[in-house]
């Protein structure tokens, strides 16, 4: 899931083809989840192959030239989706679920879980070399996204969701052939719960923390707090037995309360990025967007839910004119940093 990056005019979603830094791209493309720091107009990446190294990880900067791109060596092809950044530090991780090394060699992908290794991050400073990563264990398991990660003393904190069942059961209700492959459609299958990591970068220990048993995945924030510590993260709640999402969850990261908005009967949204408030006062002084397909009616929408009262539903819904594909999401840009980058 690495590929090449196109850009579009912010304004009139002109196509402007593919990107090129210095015209140069990584021949192993860019990975799925880059990562704006908004602070500094930095674009953090990273991308995967089968050959070595196996990951490399660069840095883009505002003007759109690339500052940095070092290889992280990992002991073989890897599946990794996302990373994470803090102030000073990015995040990237080699997990025990991977393609069958010997299957691989005979061009078969056959995606395993190897319980008896353990998760690796890999810490190293925004501008680092090879040398400077840090490498910390953890509990085997799998990743789809993170949430946020931040520096807290010696420690980094990472957020995201730790997936219980990596290699899940095959799906019950599958057509015939297809049980293995629609098991990973099924995240009750796989089990995803909300977990925080801690690296000491002194002692070189690591301590899990689960902050909720309930599945959930693809969490949102305001992402003014990309990389700093933050109190409210947004996640999406899955339906069982399909890739589909039916509510929202807000935590409280630091009383450690929730609150849940149910989308309805047959009402399935997408992950729900948070659009700051103009003259916000406050983290949470603003809007989660999402696309809700409603399958009774056949029609979709996209709804503005106030982030500080998720449970009172919508403030605004706009009537899209098609049903659209239900979970299609994007991410949130304010009309400020829009016309920031207004092509001449």
């Known amino acids: 899931q690495c590929g090449e990056l196109y850009g579009l005019d912010p304004r009139t979603l002109e196509n402007l083809g593919k ?36 990951m490399h990880y660069g840095v883009v900067g505002a003007d759109n030239k690339l500052k940095h791109y070092i290889p992280i060596e990992l002991p073989g092809p890897r599946l990794p989706h996302d990373m994470a950044f803090t102030q000073n530090y990015s995040i990237l991780n080699d997990m025990p679920l991977f393609w069958n090394p010997e299957l691989l060699e005979r061009g ?17 400073p925004r501008f680092g070399q090879p040398e400077d990563i840090k490498w910390f264990e953890a509990e085997p398991t799998y990743t789809l996204h993170w949430l946020n990660a931040y520096e807290e003393g010696d420690e980094i904190i990472l ?7 990596p290699m899940p059961k095959s799906y019950p209700d599958a057509p015939e052939g297809f049980e293995r492959m629609m098991a990973y459609l099924d995240q009750h299958l796989l089990k995803p719960k909300l977990h925080r990591w801690r ?15 309930r599945i959930l995945e693809f969490g949102m924030f305001n992402q003014q707090y990309a990389g700093s510590k933050y109190r409210y993260a947004y996640s999406a709640v899955p339906e069982p037995g399909w890739f589909l999402f039916r509510g929202l969850v807000k935590h409280d990261l630091e009383n450690g309360t929730s609150e849940e908005l149910q989308f309805g009967d047959n009402r399935f949204g997408s992950e729900a990025p948070f659009a700051p408030r103009v003259n916000a006062k406050d983290e949470d002084d603003g809007y989660l967007v ?55």
């Open 108 to 124: 078969l992908h056959a995606v395993q879980f190897y319980p008896e290794l353990p998760t690796r991050f890999a810490i190293i």
């Open 199 to 213: 690296f000491n970068m002194k002692t070189g220990e690591t301590v899990e923390e689960r902050l909720d048993d």
């Open 290 to 344: 999402s696309f809700i397909t409603d399958l009774n009616e056949g029609t979709s929408e996209c709804v503005l839910v106030d982030a500080k009262n998720i449970t009172a539903g919508p403030v605004c819904r706009i009537i899209l004119p098609e049903q659209i594909c239900a979970g299609t999401h994007s991410t949130w840009a304010s009309g400020e940093d829009i016309r920031k980058a207004q092509v001449a």
């Open 159 to 165: 957020d995201g969701y730790f997936q219980e069942e």
């Open 19 to 54: 990107t090129r830094w210095d015209d140069w791209f990584p021949a192993e493309g860019v990975s799925a989840h880059p990562k704006l720091d908004e602070h500094t107009g930095e674009l953090l990446f990273f991308n995967y192959s089968k050959h070595a190294p196996y």
